[in-house]
T-cell receptor, first 110, second 113 residues
Framework: NAGVTQTPKFRVLKTGQSMTLLCAQDMNHEYMYWYRQDPGMGLRLIHYSVGEGTTAKGEVPDGYNVSRLKKQNFLLGLESAAPSQTSVYFC?????????FGPGTRLTVT | EDQVTQSPEALRLQEGESSSLNCSYTVSGLRGLFWYRQDPGKGPEFLFTLYSAGEEKEKERLKATLTKKESFLHITAPKPEDSATYLCAVQAGYGGATNKLIFGTGTLLAVQP
């Protein structure tokens, strides 16, 4: 099993540009999550999904949108990137308990 | 407000020097406490889940314990390969399908040979 994979690994955007981060899992997990990790702030939940076709807001959802059209995929979109969105983004999946995390995407917005 | 605090922020040990990391929490209705290890440039890797006060779990040189207010991650005779950031997270609340985790900011452990 590949576990949780994320695409891309690194990305640099200019302010106002848009992009989509892709997360895929092959464990048939129901729940999927997007987190951001910033120095000194711990992991913060952006959006999550409890099943195919469902999404919900987490702790810091502003400026992001998500979609879960297929059970194995969870997409995170930035419509108009801002420097405050410079961060490391982690996708995770679970069956309700511990999370399986992906390797992360390092995003820089200039 | 639900909160998780980890201490110390950073810890430097000599190889073989045992120590403990602390995770204190204030949550309404603990459903589980999780420990993760995170290596630089990688995603967190699951270590343990503890569900009730008094519970203990072990894995190689690591042992996690839980009380009603805090958890400890004991590291016995650490080796340089144990160097990483250790994250604590709690799952709180009753029922619901969110399964939200509240993460601490981590303890950066460096084990010197």
């Amino acid at each position: 099993n590949a576990g949780v994979t994320q695409t891309p690994k690194f990305r640099v955007l200019k302010t106002g540009q848009s992009m989509t981060l892709l997360c895929a899992q092959d464990m048939n997990h129901e729940y999927m999550y997007w987190y951001r990790q910033d120095p000194g702030m711990g992991l913060r939940l952006i959006h999550y999904s409890v099943g195919e076709g469902t999404t919900a807001k987490g702790e810091v959802p502003d400026g992001y949108n998500v979609s879960r059209l297929k059970k194995q995929n969870f997409l995170l979109g930035l419509e108009s990137a801002a420097p405050s969105q410079t961060s490391v983004y982690f996708c995770a999946s679970s069956q309700g308990g511990d999370r399986e995390f992906g390797p992360g995407t390092r995003l820089t917005v200039t | 407000e639900d909160q998780v605090t980890q201490s110390p922020e950073a810890l430097r040990l000599q190889e073989g020097e045992s120590s403990s990391l602390n995770c204190s929490y204030t949550v309404s209705g603990l459903r589980g406490l999780f420990w993760y290890r995170q290596d630089p440039g990688k995603g967190p890797e699951f270590l343990f889940t503890l569900y009730s006060a008094g519970e203990e779990k072990e894995k190689e040189r690591l042992k996690a314990t839980l009380t009603k207010k805090e958890s400890f991650l004991h590291i016995t005779a650490p080796k340089p390969e144990d160097s990483a950031t250790y994250l604590c997270a709690v799952q709180a609340g009753y029922g619901g399908a969110t399964n939200k985790l509240i993460f601490g900011t981590g303890t950066l452990l460096a084990v010197q040979p």
